[in-house]
């Protein structure tokens, strides 16, 4: 693969990035990474599975199964070894995304930086979570179905959608997008059904695997009378968000991606995008659309939204849109990840039920990420096992929404 400049840059920055992150050996400033290590050495220490978040992530969790064993063959920090390989997804996903940007455009640089110092992409990507690598397989299916021709190599976009789910039951979504492309374009039920169905073989292997450890060494002895009520796993509504909140709670978390400034700069050029070809660009819709009301659902961790912000910076790129505006916003959001001039504070970070409008300048998404990642991590072994012990709790009476 031939290597452009753009990607050789911003995976430069991003391994300056990186490298204070990789010295502290710190995971990550969400508790979902610590459940997710948690789950892991619950696996390790008592070879049961426990999801570290409903419905499971199996292959998050294996792959930090993995990285623990082999930490021990090696004597380095497993740590150290999750955020190498979340480093690798994050360069794979940088060369990824510059692809599907210059399918239809080659002037797509200004948007191509958008995305990748946007602080939750750079964020994200540093963080021992299933956000870039889930990502990642999804687009990789996607690019390739562009340069496939009839039925080749339609089981190993089947397989990668199968890697992405196998990260994330919600990349689903990137099937679901594929289906309608060849279906509604392409006028080839044949491929879909094709895809559709291997796609379905290959998750099911992978969750029902987990889900088959879950059910005999936990569930079956609170559900024993029927194993359909492992369905419960799947009830992912509960939310103490009245619908008010979850909704400006969806709104300001968009503005994460750009900050609050670079939001209100792409707003007011918005009207500069125009005839949108929709059946051209049908595929990154769905994605765009999907994600969006995935996250509506449940409106907390920004980077659910990532293929959604992709998807969006994609369609923009494949109309050449007037982007004027492009470097100025470019600025916005590379400085964002290091000061943030905010406009509102709100009671609580993740389930908020109130906002205050008030105008200060604090530290940088991905400074304030940093600061927080160190916090945590100094007490880590404490986090790790509270992780076990919350998850063993949380299963002890059935799935636990």
Sequence with gaps: MKFKKPVLLVSTIHLLFFIPFLYKGYISSDWDSYAIIGS????????????????????????????????????????????IIQFIFLMLSNILIFKLLSLKNRNSQTLYFLIMFSPIYIISGLTVIDYIPGLFFGFLGILLIFNTKKYKNIYVISLLFAFSIGFRLSNIIFLIALTFYLILVKKDQRSSFIVVSATGVFSLIIYGTAYWSLWSNTLSTIYSSNISELLCIFNLTNTDHDPISRLGRFVLKQASYLSVLGSLLFLANIRKIKNIQFF??????????????????????????????????????????????????????????????????????????????????????????????????????????????????????????
Excluded at 47 to 67: D, H, K, N, Q, T
Excluded at 309 to 319: M, V
């Design 40 to 83: 892991a050495k619950i696996y390790i220490q008592e070879g049961i599975y426990i999801p570290s978040r409903p419905p499971g992530f199996p292959l998050s969790e294996l792959l930090s199964i993995v990285a623990i064993r082999f930490s021990e063959l090696i004597s380095i920090e497993f740590e150290k070894i999750l955020l």
């Design 280 to 401: 051209e660009n049908i595929i990154f819709m769905v994605i765009f659309i999907l994600f969006q009301i995935s996250f509506l659902r449940l409106p907390t961790e920004e980077g659910h939204m990532l293929p959604a912000f992709i998807a969006a910076i994609i369609i923009i790129s494949n109309n050449n849109v007037d982007l004027s505006f492009g470097k100025i916003l470019f600025v916005i959001v590379l400085l964002s990840n290091f000061i943030n001039l905010n406009f509102y504070d709100v009671n609580e970070t993740d389930s908020a039920t109130e906002i205050y409008f008030n105008s200060e300048i604090k530290p940088g998404l991905l400074v304030e990420d940093y600061n927080l990642r160190i916090e945590r991590g100094q007490n880590k072994q404490f986090h790790y096992q509270n992780s076990i012990d919350t998850l063993n709790k949380a299963w002890k009476n059935g799935c636990p929404n």
